[in-house]
């Protein structure tokens, strides 16, 4: 893998583990932190289709846990 790859997944792993803990704690707890952590997934998203081959990308996506659906639906929060 390359540095590019090992980024990305540094800052989904962050992203992902930050929004499960707003998750424990109740949606209803801080709305804009929950708002902003799943926009930043969205970008992170973007970005990794723009720099990472398809195959480094479904690589990702697989060990993130993500289906296409669930990959989309994080990028759709940035263009609301």
């Not at 195959?55 to 989309?72: A, I, M, Y």
Request: proline share 1%; glycine share 4%.
């Amino acid at each position: 893998m390359n540095n590019t790859f090992d980024t990305l997944q540094t800052l989904f792993s962050q992203d992902l583990q930050a929004l499960q803990q707003l998750r424990k704690r109740g949606w209803f707890t801080l709305p804009m932190s929950r708002i902003v952590k799943e926009e930043h997934i969205g970008r992170c998203c973007f970005l990794a289709e723009e720099f990472l081959d398809r195959e480094d990308l479904n690589t990702l996506k697989r060990e993130l846990g993500f289906s296409d659906r669930q990959w989309n639906a994080y990028k759709a929060k940035i263009s609301q």
